[in-house]
């Protein structure tokens, strides 16, 4: 059976942050560790149990992204190595895997919502106003549907335990200037374009994805934390896409629609997953790793 790490517990580095999945520690003045561990968050509430293989395959498809969108916007990856970054073969050893080293950069306070097709909070939101975050849609869509063009739909970033909350464009503009946020959102449109063409000949339909931005001491734009991974994006199979329906997935959505079955008020302390659907999610994540980068 594949082990499993709940946590880094990296001892010869200070712990900055815990977040729902990674574990973010400080090397020096200048870069981070940021640790992908096993952890499964579902409606903002970090679950009891662990995926195994999860974080390795988060950090391999965030590796892979980062270096074929590297022409659309910088990112945070470092040229520090994982040896100069953890010294102690052994704590090493523990993450190799699961482990980024990046430059350390000021985050901007919003998350970066692109959807392509009609899903999730998105669906919720058009069937009460035939919008989503300010931005007008066809009247007759379905469940699942492709828009007729990808929007960007920007949410604030909460704490662990709080709700993201969906804003508008006029919104984020007030939170991080207008200048600032026409950048975000070219950008965010730009790589969802490419990314979601890219994985069509994978076989897979990327429905909508997260990306988050830093800014480096000159104010110079980074794409940072995770990206198009299984646990930012919703990907479907192309071969059983159908609207009308909520597709099966290879990404979290799998845990989320075992979650809707049950009486459980989203609140912490999360149910414990069975052993059944940990093994079809740890497969779910494996297929998607193995599709992108074959």
Known sequence: M?????HANIN?????????????????????????TDRLSAFDVVLPSPIPGKGQVLNSVSDFWFAKLAHIVANHVSTMSLEEAIPDCHERQRVVDHAI????????PIEAIVRGYLIGSGW???????????IDLPVDLRLADQLPEPIFTPSTKADIGAHDENIDFHQMCNIIGTELATQVREISLQLYKEAAAYALKKGIIIADTKFEFGLDSDGQLALIDEVLTPDSSRFWPVSEYQPGISPPSFD???????????????QSPGPVIPAEIIDKTAAKYREALERLTA
């Open 12 to 36: 010869s580095l200070k712990l900055l942050h815990r977040g729902k999945v990674r574990d973010m520690y400080e090397i020096d003045a200048n870069h981070l560790l940021i640790v992908t």
């Open 124 to 134: 919720k939101a058009y069937q009460q106003h035939a919008s989503v975050c300010g």
């Open 252 to 266: 979290k959505q799998f845990v989320r629609d075992w979650l809707e079955t049950l009486d459980w008020d989203k």
């Open 2 to 6: 594949t082990s499993t790490m709940m």
């Open 101 to 108: 080293v990046v430059k350390r950069l000021q985050p901007l």
